[in-house]
């Protein structure tokens, strides 16, 4: 069974408009992997225990320096996952209790490595961007052929009661087993 359909169209409207001619506006890397970002947690099932309450939000951690602004706000405002509204935090690794979703930077004295390293073991979906860094999250962000791509740590995700749909792993430019 392949991506779904929502899926896939949103994948091939962000890489088309990224290919379109230059007198369109092109959304940067930057807003892409916005959009993308709470998008993810529709694909990925947590243990029972880590899933908010009833009525609690889904929570999209943003540590070290924030490189969306307002774009990973909007984005997530528009998402939900079963039923439940996605809010954004900005934090430490310090309080990462509460996370599903953590896109990891380095930045604010913190090293990208170090905080992936301390929330090993914990149902977080880290993901990570950049050619520079150490070590790299669950989901990482890269740019192939001047388009938005990921690569998926699936190992790494089943070690932290984490899984990922093959559907999303299907979109994968490489899937670490």
């Given at each position: 069974m392949g991506p779904p359909r929502s899926l896939t169209r949103f994948f091939v409207a962000i890489c088309t408009l990224a290919a379109a001619?230059?007198?369109?506006?092109?959304?940067?890397?930057?807003?892409?992997?916005?959009?993308?970002?709470?998008?993810?947690?529709?694909y990925v099932t947590w243990p029972a225990a880590a899933m908010p309450q009833a009525n609690d939000p889904?929570?999209?951690?943003?540590?070290?320096?924030?490189?969306?602004?307002?774009?990973?706000?909007?984005?997530?405002?528009?998402?939900?996952?079963?039923?439940?509204?996605?809010?954004?935090?900005?934090?430490?690794?310090a309080n990462v209790n509460g996370c599903h979703i953590a896109f990891v930077t380095d930045g604010h004295g913190q090293s990208a490595s170090r905080v992936i390293a301390a929330i090993d073991g914990k149902p977080v979906l880290t993901v990570t961007d950049g050619a520079g860094i150490g070590q790299r999250g669950i989901?990482?962000?890269?740019?192939?052929?001047?388009?938005?791509?990921?690569?998926?740590?699936?190992?790494?995700?089943?070690r932290r009661g984490l899984n990922v749909s093959s559907r999303l792993l299907a979109l994968a430019v490489g899937v670490r087993q």
């Open positions: 001619a230059p007198t369109l506006a092109q959304p940067t890397d930057t807003a892409v992997k916005a959009a993308f970002l709470p998008r993810f947690a529709r889904f929570v999209l951690c943003v540590i070290g320096a924030d490189p969306f602004g307002i774009i990973l706000d909007d984005a997530a405002r528009s998402q939900q996952v079963d039923g439940r509204r996605i809010i954004v935090r900005r934090t430490g690794v989901i990482h962000f890269t740019v192939v052929g001047g388009r938005v791509r990921f690569f998926i740590d699936q190992s790494g995700a089943t």
